[in-house]
């Protein structure tokens, strides 16, 4: 079978969904030339009012696929680096997430907000390494994070075809991971349906993201002493607490593994609701980057700050050997 | 409809109907019947009358947080409208948007929105929106001038015009952004931000409904016709507070000379002026008639039951997990 990245996924995601509605149309900066090659090839085969180059503008346009999308369009915005997401948060969290619910249900905004390069990646630093998914998933925007090839093309068109704002991470650090998967066999992937990607039976690990693969990793290198069960929640919000519910029933252990920061991230609110709602044997326990943290420049700096194998498999022994 | 909104009669039953509607409003502040307050839109309605009327019912209008004028001058039900200042289950946004909030979809009017500056942006995109699907509808943009520092707004002017989006912007100034004076937050010139951008431009008395009527009338003949943006600047005065509160709060930060002559040019009468006494009369007594059974629709609604706050959070109909606490 074909091998497919997961840059190639969402590239592939995004021409389906533009030949299949015409009401979906792209924008943002570079996307012509598709400087993140998320977009290569659209303009050509779609033309310009399909695929939209914007200004460096972030608030306003985002602020236009509000309006394009309140007028029955289907939107959706690249955007190269996470930390723009903050420019136009006003944009997104007070404007696209509350027109619903302030006009009585008169609105729908299908906007999907794609962030291609979220995360760190060495040598890009304070301004270009945040993972801002947990700022969404608090404010109540749905908030997407696939770890794979296929749950990028099936999220991102789930996303798409969503009638309220998604924003849709994808980690820098799963760009680059292949599958090799029946091309014919992709297919929209739900949101709110988590997965689970291994089977175990002492410990079930919750992964957001290209942490999943760190976390099957983890749990290849246990597998003689801890039998560890990984739980891909595949959207952050809303979270698939049913189905995480399910796996801790099983293991009764509970680690999680969040690229954002400690406090008030992911891995607070699993570890809350678990605190809530399961029955487990041993205290939980999470790894995340610090808290407040801005990633420092120098590559062993901004790699102490990263959840990684080593803190995750420190992690799953502490909650098994408890 | 028995006043076309572009005759003198139309412009004057628009301008009668807003002013009474923010009266009654006030008066339902006072009494408790509206929570929050509201920003009174009362002297500035020339403004949403003259380039309402140069609309059509397909056209779109995005406002702002003194936004009751503009929904009613588009079209919007006056008892609707005040049930959802008064947070009724009948009001236009179901009593989950209030006075900031006021949108009625089916009459274009895509929302008053409570963040300054804003909906420029939003206008931009359903313009560009409704020349894809062809036709020539336009989108018109209301904004106060304190929205003139506001970067999205500008940048919504570079897209309009660059795109050449069927948009009107539409400055009201009244001299005051809550309360700090043009003079004191304006630089330049508010014409200047739209010239800047190579967007015609001009100024007219905001106060005479006609004169607005006539610049929004060339502005959307441009638009409709693939011309682009225009920006008016309509110079107005706000004769109340910015806000029900600031009565209570005692801010000060008008003189009485300064307010007593603002007053002295009132769109009412400014329009009033060009009918017989009869006219007025019988579109004054039509209006009362239209308020009073508004406020009584407005106050035997019923309120929306607590256990749906969150009703219409999204537009798929998924819920939210409870707050939680047992």
């Known amino acids: 079978m074909p091998w497919l990245s997961y840059r190639k ?4 995601a995004l021409g389906d969904e533009l030949a299949r509605d015409p009401a979906v149309f792209v924008l943002g900066e570079d996307v012509r030339v598709a400087v993140s090659n998320v977009t290569a090839g659209l303009f050509t085969r779609f033309g310009p009012d399909r695929v939209l180059d914007t200004p460096l503008s972030e608030q306003a346009f985002t602020g236009f696929a509000t309006g394009a999308a309140l007028s029955g369009r289907r939107p959706v915005i690249e955007f190269q680096i996470p930390a723009l997401l903050y420019l136009a948060f006003e944009q997104i969290v007070d404007q696209a997430h509350k027109f619903s619910l302030m006009t009585g249900g008169q609105a729908r905004v299908p906007v999907t907000y ?26 109540g925007v749905k908030t997407v994070v696939p770890a794979t090839p296929e749950d990028a093309y099936g999220l991102l068109t ?24 029946d091309h014919d066999g992709l297919a929209p992937v739900p949101l709110g349906v988590g997965r689970v990607h291994r089977e175990g039976e002492d410990v079930t690990v919750v992964a957001v993201g290209h942490l999943v693969h760190d976390a099957l990793a983890v749990a290849e290198e246990l597998a003689g002493d801890v039998s560890v069960e990984v739980f891909d929640p595949r959207t952050v919000y809303p979270f698939d607490w049913d189905g995480l519910a399910d796996s801790v029933a099983r293991t009764g252990r509970l680690v999680v593994a969040d690229d954002s920061n400690r406090t008030c991230g992911i891995a607070a609110e699993v570890l809350a609701t678990a605190a809530e709602r399961f029955d487990l044997l041993a205290p939980p326990v999470r790894v995340t980057r610090p808290d407040g943290t801005v990633v420092p420049f120098a590559p062993a700096l901004d790699r102490a700050v990263q959840p990684d194998r080593a803190r995750l498999a420190a992690a799953v022994r502490k909650a098994f050997e408890h | ?22 009266e009654r409003a006030v008066e339902l502040v006072r009494s408790g019947d509206v929570v929050g307050g509201i920003h009174p839109y009362t002297g500035q309605e020339a403004i949403a009358a003259g380039v309402c009327a140069a609309l059509r019912v397909d ?25 959802e200042l008064a947070g009724r289950a009948t009001g236009l946004n179901r009593g989950r948007g209030g006075s900031m909030h006021a949108a009625d979809f089916g009459l274009g009017i895509l929302g008053a929105n409570a963040i300054v500056g804003a909906n420029g942006a939003i206008t931009a995109g359903a313009a560009w929106a409704a020349r894809q699907e062809g036709g020539d509808r336009v989108a018109v943009s209301f904004f106060g001038d304190g929205a003139v520092n506001q970067g999205v707004l500008l940048e919504a002017m570079n897209l309009a015009a660059l795109w050449r989006l069927p948009v009107l912007f539409v400055c009201e100034n009244n001299g005051y952004a809550t309360t700090l004076t043009v003079a004191d937050a304006v630089a330049g010139t508010i014409t200047g931000r739209g010239e800047a951008f190579g967007i015609p431009s001009v100024t007219v008395d905001g106060m005479d409904p006609r004169t607005v009527l006539d610049a929004a009338r060339e502005a959307v003949d441009r638009a409709r016709a693939g011309g682009g943006p225009s920006l008016v600047e309509c110079l107005t005065y706000r004769f109340d507070a910015h806000h029900t509160w600031e009565h209570r709060a005692r801010v000060r930060y008008r003189d009485d000379d300064e307010v007593r002559t603002g007053r002295e040019r009132d769109p009412v009468v ?23 059974a508004a406020v009584a629709f407005a106050l035997d609604s019923p309120h929306p039951d607590p256990a749906g706050a969150l009703d219409h959070l999204y537009a798929t109909g998924m819920r939210p997990r409870p707050g939680g606490g047992g």
């Open chain 1, 114 to 139: 794609l962030v291609p390069g979220s995360g760190s990646k060495a040598g890009w630093a304070g301004q270009h390494s945040d993972h801002p998914y947990a700022l969404f998933a608090h404010a």
């Open chain 2, 59 to 83: 056209d779109v209008i995005t406002s702002t947080h003194r936004g009751h004028g503009h929904v009613l001058a588009k079209g919007a039900d006056p008892a609707r409208v005040l049930a």
């Open chain 1, 158 to 181: 789930s996303a798409i075809r969503d009638d309220d704002p998604v924003v849709v991470f994808a980690p820098a650090a799963a760009l680059e991971v292949r599958a090799d998967l």
């Open chain 2, 270 to 292: 400014i329009q009033g002026a060009r009918l017989t006494g009869e006219e007025r009369e019988r579109v004054d007594a039509e209006v009362r008639s239209t308020l009073d």
């Open chain 2, 1 to 22: 409809m028995a006043h076309a909104p572009d005759t003198d009669v139309g412009l004057y039953r628009t301008v009668r109907l807003i002013r009474l509607f923010e």
């Open chain 1, 9 to 12: 996924a969402l590239n592939r």
